[in-house]
């Protein structure tokens, strides 16, 4: 019996942002499980394999899947599959949870993958660099109230904030809410960027200021990253300085 | 003339973890730019090419050192290297910054990687998952005050919290000064993930409490990772609920 799932992030989702190790445990893998729209990402190299699709708010019936999958004819070896890390608001976490709740006592391996945050940034040009916060508008696990509390808290420590799922179909109020909290800590002139599909084909970016934040296309794709006091564009691009010194 | 810079992130060290556009951009650069434990990594790969170490603490040096080797000899490409991701504390931002004061007009490529937060919580499980908030403890470049805020902030918000820079040899006291601040908002049963020299053959990892990180060996290739109030830990994994139910 060798039962093994892999947790695998994907990285932004083009194949050249994946790292060999990914590459490696989908090839090992007999069964590809994941939501559909990461299945359709990697279908074309792995059409060969079984590809299973599960849909969005099912991780849980995903994940006992998996186990199952797993489990299936004296053992399998299955790639649970999220994009970005599986780590970040991805998959390892229920993966894990839902493998205790189950008793299952065959392998498990968590492959990091670039997360979006950083992808974004790259596009961006260095907006990161120094220390940030990254927080989830959706509030379909968290309470509004928390959601609010952290970005006060992050906006007063003058982290550089990164937004994850700032809109959905039917929830599309909430950066509208983030910004008004933000500016109550930071200018109006602070550098946003707003990166869609980062780092593939149909990507896109946009730079503005905290004060023309509200008016951006924003959507489910979208990862948003706020800069701090220190920030500034410069030249197409926003710069967070560490603090070195220049002569 | 055709100077290109390449800003990569390695990712935590061993090739396996490295993503294809990493390895491309390596392959691709006549030279290799970088911190000398860097190139360690890869001088196995790469020794057929020109490596060129540098200091630490010289980072605006180094950057100045990539630029003008990008413009030599009617132009070069040329790969700045860091670990974990270019623009997470990397080379990506002090890079731009020379770029911009030496007036370069080559094209520079940014190259995110997985960062060490990532390839921390694979593996001590998932202990990340939900909103989080990464701070450093090097005050070489960032005033003490600032950072003593940023971890009471990110306590107080309840966020995971990620340490980087957590020790270095003169600078051993911080981490002390980081529990007794985070102590006064969470719990010191909070489980807290040490994971030295991540994904490399000599990565260890260390599980204890917020009451106990005092005790623990830490150094400057360690990352710390501090549960949030949810989080629990299980079978020697921490794992942080993202709100899934199960029946």
Redesign the interface.
């Known amino acids: 019996m060798s039962a093994k799932i892999y947790v695998v ?1 994907l ?2 989702g083009d ?7 990914c ?2 445990a989908l090839e090992e893998s007999e069964v590809i499980i994941g939501y559909s729209k990461y299945i359709e990402l990697i279908k074309q190299y792995y059409g060969h394999k079984k590809l299973v699709t599960s849909p969005m708010k099912k ?2 019936d995903r994940c006992i899947e998996t186990i199952n999958t797993a489990l299936s004819d004296g053992g399998k070896t299955v790639a649970l599959i999220s994009s970005g ?6 998959m ?7 493998a ?2 189950m008793k299952f006592e065959g392998e498990i391996e ?6 979006s945050l ?2 974004s ?3 961006l ?12 508008l959706s509030d379909l ?2 309470p509004l109230s ?1 959601i609010e ?2 970005l006060r ?2 906006a ?4 550089v904030i990164g937004i994850y799922n700032p809109k959905s179909k039917k929830r599309t109020e909430y950066v509208d809410m983030a910004v008004d909290i933000i500016l109550k800590h930071r200018s109006g002139k602070t550098p946003v960027g707003i990166v869609r599909n980062a ?1 593939r084909e149909d990507e896109t970016c946009t730079i503005c200021t905290l004060d023309t934040l509200k008016e951006q296309h924003i959507d489910m794709f979208s990862t948003i990253i706020i800069g701090n006091s220190q920030s500034y564009e ?2 197409g ?1 926003i ?8 002569d």
């Open positions: 992030g990285g932004p194949r050249k942002d994946m790292t060999l190790r590459l490696d991780e849980v890390d599986s780590g970040i608001y991805g390892a976490g229920v993966l894990l949870e839902t205790d709740k968590i492959i990091p993958g670039v997360t950083c992808a940034a790259s596009i040009g260095a907006p990161v660099v120094h220390d940030f916060a990254v927080i989830s696990l968290t928390i509390k952290r808290l992050a007063e420590g003058d982290f780092c410069s030249l691009k710069i967070t300085p560490r603090g070195y010194k220049f």
